[in-house]
């Protein structure tokens, strides 16, 4: 049995898949944060460039990806492995077959790659000359800061200010691809001014983050807001791991029983399950296969967090989203997998959770950081903080779920090894 699957470029996806088509009724419409009614395309125009803004209300399951950036992920390492992880197996004597898919392979090491250069393809398509964006771990800033490098955009990154302190060297790759990288929140917009020096906001937060871009962005002529999450489109672009690992399968003659991944805004884990969860939904009879969305019990929106409209920044200034939230102002604490603490989830997971399509689990940081150290040693692979939610959450299925399990592996940890020092006691 192949232990490593590989895909020829030829087999990159030439389209995304669009999960609206196929949910199980229909995606409550954002509303307008003045009129509370739904919004319109044209109101999104004086952030996002238009081509995004019909992929996010477009009906058609599937959209042409194009040649510019399919060549960019081609450079960047796509199509990207599926390995079986035989060591975990036999250390934790699982009673099924794991495998995980390895996104982080990527030049900024995270699957955040996969939007990033097709948000800047269409910005740079519409002549926009800057972008911005918020990132919480880095990896989002990361990767857009590279996206932008490589299609000629100036890009501005707020970066969330627990993560500024504890991931110093991402703020150095973010400088390195030609980005500017700033503490949030921050002395250069009017929100970031109202919170700093109040120990409330003092380590910051997505919501803070977002709110401080978006004001950039609408305030500056000919630049637009970039988001790593949340949004349908964004979610849209990254089903391009989905695609490649119903392939992959397909080649080791397999179908996975449960999959599993982390989630914090919903990038990683709709991208890596959309696909499956489409033939599952448009083919009845279709394999029952189950789909485990994991996140931090401090950060806990899907489990325990309210279905309801809510804006997406802490600052009001957003479309009210229908989705599962712990409020706008929650204030999660600072733990180590930044790119999970956002206080709400994308609407297309949140329904699919509400329809109970599928599932959810929390787990502590401790709990994280164990399994994460078990894979390292087992696997020879040191995961992310976020990641390894998935992982923590795969090895307890493992335990006592007979079948096939796959993960995604979203990123690696070789920029949080403070992280890994502080937790392990190393």
């Given at each position: 049995m192949k232990d490593v699957v590989r895909l020829d470029v030829d087999k990159i996806p030439k389209k995304y898949y669009n999960i609206l088509p196929d949910l199980p009724e229909e995606l409550p419409k954002p509303l307008n944060p003045g009129t509370r009614k739904p919004i319109k395309p044209e109101d999104l125009?004086?952030?996002?460039?238009?081509?995004?803004?019909?992929?996010?209300?477009?009906?058609?399951?599937?959209?042409?990806?194009?040649?510019?950036?399919?060549?960019?992920?081609?450079?960047?390492?796509?199509?990207?492995?599926?390995?079986?992880?035989?060591?975990?197996?036999?250390?934790?004597?699982?009673?099924?077959?794991?495998?995980?898919?390895?996104?982080?392979?990527?030049?900024?090491?995270?699957h955040k790659v996969n939007t990033a250069v097709?948000?800047?393809y269409y910005n740079a398509e519409e002549g926009i000359d800057?972008?911005?964006?918020?990132?919480?771990?880095?990896?989002?800033?990361?990767?857009?800061?590279?996206?932008?490098?490589?299609f000629n955009l100036q890009c501005l990154v707020f970066m969330v200010a627990s993560s500024f302190k504890g991931n110093p060297f991402r703020k150095t790759i973010m400088q390195l691809y030609g980005a500017k990288c700033v503490s949030s929140p921050s002395s250069i917009t009017s929100f970031?001014?109202?919170?700093?020096?109040?120990?409330?906001?003092?380590?910051?937060?997505?919501?803070?983050?977002i709110s401080?871009?978006?004001?950039?962005?609408?305030?500056?002529?000919?630049?637009?807001?970039?988001l790593g999450s949340v949004l349908n489109h964004v979610l849209m672009h990254q089903t391009v791991i989905g695609q490649e690992i119903l392939q992959q399968f397909s080649m080791i003659d397999k179908t996975p029983d449960i999959m599993v991944g982390c989630v914090g805004g919903g990038s990683n884990f709709g991208g890596f399950a959309f696909p499956m969860i489409g033939e599952k939904l448009r083919r009845k009879g279709f394999r029952d296969t189950r789909f485990v969305a994991a996140e931090p019990k401090e950060v806990p929106s899907l489990t325990k967090g309210q279905y309801r409209y809510d804006f997406g920044d802490t600052a009001g200034m957003t479309p009210l989203l229908k989705m599962y939230t712990l409020g706008k102002d929650y204030m999660p604490d600072p733990i180590r997998a930044g790119g999970l603490r956002y206080h709400g989830m994308a609407?297309?997971?949140?329904?699919?959770?509400?329809?109970?399509?599928?599932?959810?689990?929390a787990y502590r940081q401790d709990e994280v950081f164990d399994a994460a150290a078990l894979f390292a040693k087992t696997e020879g692979i040191i995961p992310a903080p976020e990641s390894s939610h998935a992982i923590a959450c795969a090895i307890d299925l493992a335990r006592t779920t007979e079948g096939v399990i796959c993960f995604n592996l979203s990123g690696h940890g070789l920029l949080d090894l403070q992280g890994y020092q502080k937790i392990l006691g190393l």
């Open positions: 125009e004086q952030i996002f460039p238009k081509s995004l803004i019909k992929q996010e209300f477009s009906g058609k399951r599937y959209i042409r990806i194009p040649d510019e950036v399919r060549a960019a992920y081609m450079r960047l390492g796509r199509p990207t492995p599926l390995y079986r992880a035989r060591h975990l197996e036999k250390a934790i004597h699982s009673k099924a077959e794991i495998y995980f898919k390895r996104e982080d392979v990527s030049f900024t090491g995270s097709a948000q800047a800057a972008l911005t964006t918020e990132t919480g771990a880095g990896q989002w800033g990361s990767a857009l800061s590279l996206a932008c490098a490589m970031g001014k109202k919170l700093r020096g109040k120990k409330k906001f003092e380590n910051g937060s997505l919501g803070i983050a401080e871009a978006i004001e950039v962005a609408a305030s500056s002529e000919n630049t637009n807001y970039a609407p297309t997971v949140s329904l699919l959770k509400h329809s109970g399509v599928i599932e959810a689990r």
